[in-house]
């Protein structure tokens, strides 16, 4: 099962777990599971076009992610990165 790094501004959704096991083939898939398990992550990450916030990097490995349906193998290691902001 694919292992999902959570950065710390998300952690508030998975009880404060920094890395937590997901099913799924796909990106898409491996975020609509954390969505059932902790409801309201998804949307922090993806917009109402399905598509990647502005200020979310996902990484699958070391391969940045453009694409949704980009396959995630079983012993992959996701990694939701939250840029910074501010001046």
Do not use: K, W
Request: with cysteine; glycine share 6%.
């Amino acid at each position: 099962m694919p292992t999902v790094n959570i950065p710390s501004p998300l952690r508030s959704y998975t009880q404060g777990a920094s890395s937590v096991a997901a099913q799924g083939a796909t990106v898409a898939d491996i975020l609509g599971d954390l969505e059932r398990r902790f409801p309201g992550i998804r949307f922090r990450m993806i917009d109402e076009q399905d598509r990647i916030r502005q200020h979310i990097r996902i990484f699958v490995n070391t391969e940045a992610v453009n694409d949704l349906s980009t396959a995630v193998a079983q012993r992959d290691i996701v990694q939701l990165i939250c840029a910074l902001s501010g001046g």
